[in-house]
């Protein structure tokens, strides 16, 4: 994949905010990109990093997958009130720990050393231990899904933009859960989407970005 995207300038960008910020604040510019599964953000958020890195600054990536529930909490069985969708938009993630633990630290200390408890993108039934170690950060790149609703305190909001179907085909491709590709489209169209599709309907993502970029090339 390699998308057609103005990297450095969207780096230069966020040089400028974090001089600001670090005029007025000792703590990491803390950048959120966000996107629909299967827009890239992880990709994007790698070539950020790399050139941020090279104009000298102190970078850090989290990306937030680790945070998922585990599967019985995740996903909606007969006892949840709500459809696949909602209920993997309301309890898919476990961000209020990942903000209390996790972010609420980084953005008070700047730095961390903490052993977090992560799920395995394979629908694990068990967590694993995972170590941040990170060291004092200029900008701290988060990047996943659902993260632009008002829980969560970023200094700068980038939103990848693409479509459903761009997004299932890399979906397919990467096919980090290990299913079938029957499985796996079902998934998508009957859990995952529909989860974007109320994040849309009350977060309006796009409308909180400072930045927009479209990854529709595929």
């Known amino acids: 994949m390699t998308p057609a ?11 400028r905010q974090h001089k600001k910020h ?22 994007i958020t790698h070539q950020l990093h790399t050139a941020l890195t ?5 970078c850090h990536t989290i990306g937030c997958d680790g945070w998922l529930a585990l599967p019985n909490k995740r996903f909606a069985n007969s006892q949840s009130p709500l459809d696949a969708g909602e209920h993997f938009y309301r309890h898919g993630f476990r961000y209020a720990e990942m903000r209390t633990l996790l972010l609420e630290p980084l953005r008070q200390f700047g730095q961390i050393d903490y052993t977090a408890q992560h799920a395995t993108p394979d629908n694990s039934p068990h967590f694993q231990p ?18 632009f609703q008002p829980a969560f305190k970023f200094d700068y909001k980038i939103w990848i933009e693409c479509s459903f179907d761009s997004a299932l085909q890399r979906a397919i491709t990467r096919n980090q859960e290990g299913l079938t590709e029957e499985q796996l489209i079902l998934d998508y169209k009957t859990i995952y989407f529909p989860a974007q599709r109320v994040h849309f309907k009350h977060d309006n993502p796009t409308q909180q970005a400072d930045c927009i970029l479209n990854n529709e090339t595929i």
């Open 5 to 15: 995207l103005p990297i450095q300038s969207t780096a230069e960008k966020l040089i």
């Open 22 to 43: 670090a005029l007025a604040n000792n703590p990491p510019l803390m950048v959120g990109t966000s996107g629909i599964d299967g827009s890239g953000k992880g990709y």
């Open 54 to 58: 090279a104009q000298g600054l102190r």
């Open 130 to 147: 995972y170590h941040y170690q990170i060291p004092p950060v200029d900008i701290l790149l988060v990047e996943g899904i659902f993260l």
